[in-house]
């Protein structure tokens, strides 16, 4: 079954330190891995894409890896702020082309002043 | 970042009416998507719409759901008949490349 788990599913971090976020997954054929951040009550924003032949990716102070033979990815938050207070969701294709996205639940992450 | 608007932005209804939610993709794109939210929980594809036709579609996606074009621009979700459960975000998605690119969401609430 295509799933996509994450960890942990809460987090609370004070402003200015890091955290890493996971996610595993056993969807097949694997085409791409997403990150999404998604604020209350809004649609999921992109932050990161990677295809099975990239294994970091950064956007800010937002980096993403991705393991495809364990098919892991973690996605790494530097110097946070009190703004990246959202849900981050990993989201994989199933396969190339417009296909549908398999969403894991999100991990919820609080910054704390 | 290209943007996708959905209307209305909060609805809210009688079980067993109907609602219909609308949504104005990219511009020109003849691919989109919706998905539902219920409060939560993980976001859930409910069906892929190309160029005037279903492309694919998810189990929850039954008969009480329907999907149309009216006009060149404007996309429509239509849930007949709503029950309670359906109480949740709906949010359209419309991709461009690799990406796939959310509108803001309508939430929809079931008394």
């Known amino acids: 079954k295509n799933q996509v788990e994450q960890s942990p599913q809460s987090l609370i971090i004070l402003e200015g330190k890091n955290c890493t976020l996971q996610c595993n997954y056993t969807v097949s054929p694997f085409s791409n891995l997403r990150w999404y951040k998604q604020d209350t009550g809004r649609g999921p924003v992109s932050l990161t894409i990677?295809?099975?032949?990239?294994n970091t990716k950064s956007n800010g102070r937002y980096t993403a890896t991705l393991d495809a033979d364990t098919k892991q990815s973690s996605l790494h938050i530097t110097a946070s702020q009190l703004s990246d207070s959202a849900s981050y969701i990993c989201v994989v294709t199933r396969s190339s082309g417009y296909s549908t996205l398999t969403f894991g639940k999100g991990t919820m992450l609080l910054v704390s002043p | 970042e290209p943007e996708v608007t959905q209307t209305p932005s909060h609805q809210v209804t009688q079980m067993g009416q109907e609602v219909i939610l609308r949504c104005v993709p990219i511009s020109n794109h003849l691919y989109f998507y919706w998905y539902r939210q219920i409060l939560g929980q993980k976001v859930e594809f409910l069906v892929s719409?190309?160029?005037?036709?279903?492309?694919?579609k998810s189990e929850i996606f039954d008969d009480q759901f329907s999907v149309e074009r009216p006009d060149g621009s404007n996309f429509t979700l239509k849930i007949r008949s709503t029950k309670l459960e359906d109480s949740a975000m709906y949010f359209c998605?419309?991709?461009?490349?690799?990406?796939?690119?959310f509108g803001p969401g309508t939430r929809l609430t079931v008394l």
């Open positions: 990677m295809t099975f032949s990239e």
């Open positions: 719409f190309y160029n005037n036709e279903i492309s694919e």
């Open positions: 998605a419309s991709p461009r490349g690799n990406e796939q690119f």
